[in-house]
T-cell receptor
Framework: EDQVTQSPEALRLQEGESSSLNCSYT??????LFWYRQDPGKGPEFLFT???AGEEKEKERLKATLTKKESFLHITAPKPEDSATYLC??????????????FGRGTSLIVHP | DSGVTQTPKHLITATGQRVTLRCSPR?????VYWYQQSLDQGLQFLIQ???????AKGNILERFSAQQFPDLHSELNLSSLELGDSALYFC?????????????FGEGSRLTVL
C-alpha cells in the first residue's frame, strides 16, 4: 500500500542546533518527492522536489536528500524563523491514471532562541 | 505570495447550512486541487480539476461538490454541514495535468460549523 510517513511528529531545537527530519515512503515508481513548509494558519509553501536516489537540493539552512525508501530534510544551525511544520508529499497513482500528491502528517519544528 | 487566491478567509456557519468556497489559480495554471486539513487528519485530498474537467477524486463526501469554470477559477460547495466539517480548506494550483509537479497553495478558507 502506498504510504508517506513523517517523523518525528514534533521537534524542539535550540537556535544553532542542527537536526534532521525524516519522510519515509512506499510507492511503486517514484514520480518525485516534494517538501513543503507550512506556517500556522497559512497554506503550504513549496521548498524542494527530488526525483532520484542520491539527489540533493539546498536552500539556505535546509538540505533535502533522497534514498530509495526515504528522504531527509537536514536543518543546519536553525534560527527561530525556521519554526514551522514541514510536510513531505509523494504523488500516488489513482485508478483513473492521475497522480495525486499525497501528504505526510508533517513535523512541527520549534526553534528556541 | 503564491498567486493563488481563496475566498472567504474565514467562515462561520451553522449545521445543516451550505457554503461555497472560491479559488482563483495562479496565472497559467490549469490544474486545481482541493484539500481539507484538520488537526487529526492532516492534509486530505478531495478533488482535482484540469482545464474544466474533473481528473481525480479523493475521499470527498457526497455532500461536497466542486467545479472549475471556463475562466479556470474553481468553487467547492459544502452542503448539509456537520460539526465535523470544520477545517481549513486549501486550494492549490499546478501547471501539471497529472499531479507530478509542485503545488502552489492559497492561504486557505477556515470553516467553522457551530
Amino acid at each position: 500500500e502506498d504510504q508517506v510517513t513523517q517523523s518525528p511528529e514534533a521537534l524542539r531545537l535550540q537556535e544553532g542546533e542542527s537536526s534532521s527530519l525524516n519522510c519515509s515512503y512506499t510507492v511503486s515508481g517514484l514520480r518525485g518527492l516534494f517538501w513543503y513548509r507550512q506556517d500556522p494558519g497559512k497554506g503550504p509553501e513549496f521548498l524542494f522536489t527530488l526525483y532520484s536516489a542520491g539527489e540533493e537540493k539546498e536552500k539556505e539552512r535546509l538540505k533535502a536528500t533522497l534514498t530509495k525508501k526515504e528522504s531527509f530534510l537536514h536543518i543546519t544551525a536553525p534560527k527561530p524563523e525556521d519554526s514551522a511544520t514541514y510536510l513531505c508529499a509523494v504523488p500516488f497513482l489513482t485508478n483513473g491514471g492521475s497522480y495525486i500528491p499525497t501528504f505526510g502528517r508533517g513535523t512541527s519544528l520549534i526553534v528556541h532562541p | 505570495d503564491s498567486g493563488v487566491t481563496q475566498t472567504p478567509k474565514h467562515l462561520i456557519t451553522a449545521t445543516g447550512q451550505r457554503v461555497t468556497l472560491r479559488c482563483s489559480p495562479r496565472s497559467g495554471d490549469l490544474s486545481v486541487y482541493w484539500y481539507q486539513q484538520s488537526l487529526d487528519q492532516g492534509l486530505q485530498f478531495l478533488i482535482q480539476y484540469y482545464n474544466g474537467e474533473e481528473r481525480a477524486k479523493g475521499n470527498i463526501l457526497e455532500r461536497f461538490s466542486a467545479q472549475q469554470f471556463p475562466d479556470l477559477h474553481s468553487e467547492l460547495n459544502l452542503s448539509s454541514l456537520e460539526l465535523g466539517d470544520s477545517a481549513l480548506y486549501f486550494c492549490a494550483s499546478s501547471v501539471h495535468r497529472i499531479g507530478t509537479g509542485e503545488l502552489f497553495f492559497g492561504e486557505g478558507s477556515r470553516l467553522t460549523v457551530l
